[in-house]
């Protein structure tokens, strides 16, 4: 009988299933999307059902598809710090999924400003409504009854991750992994551990959350019941590392950036945490009992202007048209759009910067608008690069650097290109885009023993290459004008 290994990537607006066989080659894919709520300008709410309900639905057809295979391991990669707390006697949530994007608890931030030090230093992230703690803090104190069963040992909290493995386990296994733990607020990173400072700051009790394991763990089987087979679930991921681990992040000279809903660059530092006070320093992967940690930058905002422009500003039909709109033009002539839709993250981490178009003239039409929001992808990108620069003491240049790309944005030749002009390196354009479930499926296939360490880093293929095309000078002046734009766009909303 052939075998396979199949990767569920549980991403922000949908689910996703793609079954590798032993050459590295898709059998099958599905994929489901599910709702998203916003209850109140800025809050992202998800149904929690809808997000188990859609990853057992897509895993089930694919196991449906193969089989005739058999199945070694299921790896699990998923959208971080969204947020959910359910009960253990019942199996229902107390609450909807707070979504990675929701802005609700900046409050909460605020009130527990004066712990901001301590925090960035053992668990490497900002105090920030980005991350998991104050969700679970808002949940507590908001929804009725919460504390309660809390105190008393009856609730769960988890990342979507240990919400899917709780589930296709049959409640029997509440885990997770040192990624996924990482961006709570409530782990140390220094220490591998949760923190009981940190529990005590944000008000949170430990038998809530997760046990931590490292990432090549075996997490247990999931039950007949639910997959019609017994299969084992090794390997777990959070998203954008599971993306670093797919496009060898581990070797020297690679970044990473994936195009989806925000944009994720990171870079693997090792064993060696670098402090930083504009990016975060987080855990890469946790292989056996070797902890390997990355610098992250997050930006809120990314392939979602796209959409913004398309759905909101009416001024695309497609996505797939904005290279084309982009590229009939010479330049932006001026024109940039900073897009703080949701406030802007990395490197700026200001929750009150506002989105701004500027630059525009009686000359300029809906396509100055599209190439200024695709080139703003760009620019984002480039702060969160400088800042590797500076924490990492070097200088990115073209002979010992490259830009390792994926994600849907990744698509567009116009950004490519232009992403490759502005940070003046080579950019690897991967073939595969859903480099995310490559990379888990990698590890889950490469710790059961199914593919060798060598064979997975074979597997990756690049489809295209892009190298920088414009002059220094033109370089400069294009990024210099983006950051007196940003400048504008700061504390827009404050009071």
């Known amino acids: 009988m052939e075998k396979a290994v199949i990767a569920l990537d549980l991403g922000t607006t949908g689910n996703r299933a793609i079954a590798f066989d032993k050459n590295g080659e898709i059998i099958y894919s599905a994929y489901k999307e599910f709702p998203q709520l916003h209850p109140k300008p800025a809050w992202v709410e998800q149904n929690p059902c809808d997000i188990l309900n859609t990853a057992v639905k897509v895993l089930n057809e694919t196991l449906e598809y193969c089989g005739s295979y058999n199945i070694i391991s299921i790896g699990i990669t998923n959208q971080r710090e969204t947020s959910v707390v359910w009960n253990k006697k019942t199996g229902k949530p107390v609450y909807n999924a707070i979504v990675w994007q929701c802005r609700r608890t900046a409050p909460i931030c605020e009130n527990l400003s004066e712990y901001r030090k301590t925090i960035k230093e053992k668990t490497g992230l900002f105090l920030d409504p980005y991350f998991s703690a104050t969700k679970i803090r808002w949940i507590l104190e908001n929804v009725g009854g919460a504390k309660k069963l809390e105190e008393k040992g009856e609730l769960a909290f988890g990342t979507v991750d240990s919400w899917v493995l709780w589930n296709l386990t049959g409640g029997s296994v509440h885990a997770t992994d040192a990624s996924n733990a990482s961006r709570t607020l409530l782990y140390n990173i220094n220490t591998l551990k949760y923190d009981e400072e940190l529990l005590e700051i944000f008000g949170v009790n430990e038998p809530i959350l997760p046990l931590v394991f490292a990432s090549d763990y075996n997490f247990g089987s999931t039950q007949k019941k639910i997959t019609g087979k017994s299969i084992p679930v090794i390997g777990i991921l959070g998203d954008q590392q599971a993306s670093l681990f797919a496009h060898s992040g581990f070797e020297k000279g690679i970044i990473k950036n994936t195009y989806g809903t925000g944009l994720f660059a990171m870079i693997e530092t090792g064993s060696k945490i670098y402090p930083s006070d504009k990016l975060v320093a987080t855990v890469a992967w946790k292989l056996g009992k070797d902890a390997y940690y990355a610098l992250e930058g997050s930006i809120f905002t990314g392939g979602e202007v796209i959409r913004f422009i398309r759905d909101n500003l009416k001024i695309l039909k497609s996505a797939d048209e904005s290279s084309d709109a982009a590229k009939s033009l010479i330049s ?46 760009a620019y984002q990108t480039k702060d969160v690069v400088i800042e590797f620069e500076n924490i990492l003491k070097i200088k990115f240049d073209l002979s010992k650097f490259k830009l390792r790309v994926d994600g849907k944005a990744s698509e567009n030749d116009f950004l490519m290109q232009f992403q490759s002009d502005i940070l003046n390196i080579p950019l690897e354009k991967a073939a595969f885009t859903e480099m995310t479930a490559f990379g888990i499926a990698g590890l889950s296939a490469v710790s059961a023993g199914f593919w060798t360490d060598d064979m997975f880093r074979g597997f990756k293929k690049t489809e295209k290459i892009y190298n920088p095309r414009i002059d220094d000078d033109s370089r400069n002046a294009l990024y210099a004008k983006w950051r007196e734009a940003v400048l504008k766009s700061l504390k827009w909303s404050q009071n």
Not at 366 to 374: D, G, Q, T, V
């Open 332 to 377: 932006n002539e001026g024109v940039y759009f900073v897009p703080a839709l949701s406030g802007l993250g990395a490197p700026y981490w200001d929750p009150d910067a506002r989105g701004l178009i500027i630059g525009l003239t009686g000359a300029a039409n809906k396509n100055h608008i599209i190439r200024a929001a695709l080139e703003s992808l």
